[in-house]
């Protein structure tokens, strides 16, 4: 069961690392990494706090486009070069195939998004001589690094009944609503003076959409003053909930996946 799940998903990290575009946002996002230092011309607070927020913002916008590559163009690309018919022509199930891929997918993730994390962890240590720091903004990028795979997961479900190029923006579309608007729409809905219609359209919206907002930690870690309570329980919460609408945009993929002609 799980040993063609396993050879697929080694398959697509082999296909994510010799992918061009995804090594070029990589590429693109170390040299902005190397660059940021470069603020040193702001006082000794400001620089620190404008640092940290330039760091993870790199780490957070470059993670998300190379969630997003790495994962609209999986399904379409194997039925495009019909590489898939030879797959699936073996003892190898459909379900099988999508887990494989989305496992793929997300180990190239942290490949990429590790690599960016040890030179965040370098920069802060070395060159700021504040390894605890480093250490810190290693806890937010492995927030990141949950977020963005739930976000691989929903563009893998989109996929596989979207053309590639609308689930770039589709995709992206939702993690911005889901970044930005879900604070929105759920204290809409918790509004006691809201319209009626009003309140279930924004309950509705806030309970289907995935909570990407929940894993945005920047605010502790630029300042200090801000505080999370109990920081181990607000993790784990973040994590299963990660883990729960990741396993469901998967099994609403196999289902659509599994009926569909290819």
């Known amino acids: 069961m799980f040993k063609p799940i396993i ?5 697509t990290v ?23 230092p470069l603020l040193g011309v702001l006082s000794a607070r400001q620089e620190k706090t404008v640092l940290t927020g330039f760091v993870l913002g790199i780490v957070q916008l470059s993670s998300a ?3 997003i590559t790495l994962t609209v163009y999986m399904l379409p690309n194997e039925v495009e070069r019909r590489t898939i018919y030879t797959i ?19 180990a190239a993730l942290a490949l990429m998004m590790g690599l960016m994390a040890c030179v965040t962890l370098l920069e802060f240590g070395i060159i700021q001589h ?9 806890q937010g990028i492995s927030m990141f690094f949950v977020q963005m795979s739930l976000l691989a997961s929903v563009a893998m479900c989109l996929s596989t009944f979207v053309a590639p190029l609308v689930n770039f923006f589709l995709s992206g579309g939702i993690y911005l609503i889901g970044t930005l608007g879900y604070a929105f729409f759920d204290s809409f809905n918790k509004n006691p003076n809201a319209p009626v219609y009003s ?23 630029i300042n200090p003053e801000v505080q999370i309570q109990n920081p ?12 729960f609408y990741i396993a469901i945009m998967l099994i609403a993929g196999m289902l659509i996946f599994d009926r569909k002609e290819v």
């Open 232 to 243: 181990l329980q607000y993790s784990i919460n973040a994590v299963v909930y990660g883990g």
């Open 65 to 67: 486009v190379i969630a």
């Open 199 to 221: 309140k279930a359209l924004a309950w509705f919206v806030s309970t289907i959409l995935p909570n990407f907002a929940s894993y945005n930690v920047q605010n502790k870690l």
């Open 88 to 106: 699936l022509s073996k003892p190898v199930q459909r379900y099988q195939f999508l887990v494989g891929k989305y496992l793929g997918a997300v």
């Open 7 to 11: 050879a697929i998903a080694k398959a």
């Open 14 to 36: 082999g296909e994510a690392i010799r992918r061009r575009v995804l090594l070029i946002i990589l590429f693109v996002a170390v040299i902005l990494l190397f660059v940021a």
């Open 130 to 138: 504040d390894w605890p720091k480093g250490v810190e903004l290693l």
